[in-house]
């Protein structure tokens, strides 16, 4: 007899939609199959069964233009506990005069408060030879990923072309992952130049000094770096058509590059920089059009993208007080409670994607990409007991007061939603259930990979 059975409830994979049972003892899956039987039984019929969900892009505690993003490791776990995200991967903080490895040392700190199992991708700044050392070393501490910008000169972040290729090379040689930050900050400044001192007190001016050229620029040139080198590339963030279109030339040309989009550039439009609180959806890139979202559910339909993430770094209205230009705004939305419900009421339930399409953008293209499968990811035997158990009859309203981050401003603010997180489950263990966080603030596991 197992410890838990989850019966009668419809579980679905990437490859298959199944009406089974599914058992788990201790804190693993056990089995799937009919009539099992268990100490403890959820009754989960008219439920939807998916594997924990996984958001590989999440900045919590983050400092940013002279604050913090809205959400520690605390209260932003339980926000992806509530939307059914059962991993979460953060980043370290890059600062001069900190190796990687010492950045890493005070991310895990500021972590363990998380309600959900977490890892790191390690952030590489202000390069300089010994950082090669430095990746070697956060790769024995568990790091098999790490983050590069074509952007931010001015913080000291962006990496240039001649280091980011011998970082690729090292990367290779370790079998790691490469993410990039992919805008071109030399057009930034050039559409920026451009501006008028009255278009900089505007924030619809906003979209216009990061359009979709400064992102397809900038995977272009990574691409090649890519392919020259043999990295596996991944475009965090994908934003546009036409940087989707240059992910698909750097595949032709031999680069082993991958891509995920965010639910603001697929549901949102540079429509909203238009509205009194247009300043409130400062993120970059920057939002686009319609006609591009349509472009983006194509690519994740046909698995040209590969995946959804939030990139969730939310701030407060205070935090984003209009303070006469867009460029003093610290830029970040929220989206890692509402990754999972968004993505079935605006994507399965409108045909753009199928049930099985969910399961593999929310969870397992994520795992594989980033050393965690079949641990997460999966519902195999031997799997993790992350769970989401998905009521899709709910119908309800997105309202930033009825979610768990601390930021009081929803981008999706309003937005009525079909399906919703029922129960969810980590390693066996019940974290949430019909509204009510169960999960304890430090329950989380560090994931080196």
Not at 242 to 254: D, Q, S, T
Request: hydrophobic share 40%.
């Amino acid at each position: 007899m197992y410890d838990l059975v989850i019966r009668g409830g419809t579980i679905v994979t990437p490859d298959d939609v199944l009406d089974v049972d599914l058992a788990l003892q201790g804190e693993k899956i056990a089995a799937l199959g009919c009539s099992l039987e268990g100490k403890n039984v959820i009754d989960a019929r008219g439920k939807l069964v998916f594997p924990g969900g996984i958001d590989p892009h999440v900045h919590f505690a983050l400092p940013v233009a002279g604050t913090f993003s809205a959400d520690d490791f605390s209260t932003g776990s339980a926000a992806a506990c509530a939307g059914g995200i059962t991993t979460v991967i953060d980043f370290t903080v890059g600062a001069a005069g900190r190796t990687i490895a010492e950045d890493l040392q005070k991310r895990l700190e500021d972590a363990s408060a998380s309600v959900v199992d977490y890892s790191f991708h390690g952030e590489v700044v202000g390069w300089h030879p010994g950082k090669l050392d430095e990746i070697r070393e956060a790769i024995s501490l568990g790091i098999k990923s790490f983050k590069f910008f074509t952007a931010y000169g001015r913080s000291g972040r962006r990496t240039d072309t001649g280091p980011m290729f011998l970082s690729f090379r090292t990367l290779a040689e370790e079998d790691a992952v490469a993410l990039v930050h992919a805008e071109d900050e030399s057009l930034i400044g050039a559409f920026t130049a451009m501006l008028s001192p009255e278009e900089f007190k505007k924030m619809v001016t906003f979209a216009r000094v990061r359009p979709d050229l400064c992102e397809a620029s900038a995977v272009n040139t990574v691409a090649w770096l890519a392919a020259k080198t043999g990295v596996r590339c991944h475009i965090v963030h994908l934003s546009s058509a036409l940087g989707l279109e240059e992910v698909l030339l750097g595949k032709k040309r031999g680069a082993h590059l991958s891509a995920e989009t965010c639910p603001h550039y697929l549901l949102l439009t540079s429509e909203a920089y238009q509205g009194p609180e247009g300043h409130l959806f400062s993120a970059a890139p920057a939002l686009r059009s319609v006609q591009n979202s349509d472009f983006l559910w194509q690519g994740l339909q046909e698995g040209a993208i590969d995946f959804a993430a939030t990139d969730h770094c939310p701030f407060s209205r205070k935090q984003k007080k209009w303070k006469g230009t867009f460029a003093d705004l610290p830029g970040g939305l929220a989206g890692v409670e509402t990754l999972l419900p968004l993505l079935y009421s605006e994507g399965v339930m409108k045909g753009k994607i199928s049930l099985c399409d969910l399961v593999r953008i929310t969870s397992e293209e994520a795992a594989k990409l980033y050393g965690l499968y079949p641990r997460k990811g999966s519902l195999l035997p031997g799997s993790d007991g992350d769970l989401v158990l998905f009521d899709p009859e709910v119908e309800w309203t997105v309202k930033a007061a009825d979610l768990h981050s601390k930021a009081d401003f929803s981008p999706y603010e309003g937005m009525q939603i079909s399906g919703k997180v029922w129960k969810t489950l980590s390693r066996g263990e019940i974290i949430y259930s019909e509204g009510a966080l169960l999960g304890t603030s430090g329950r989380g596991k560090f994931l080196p990979r």
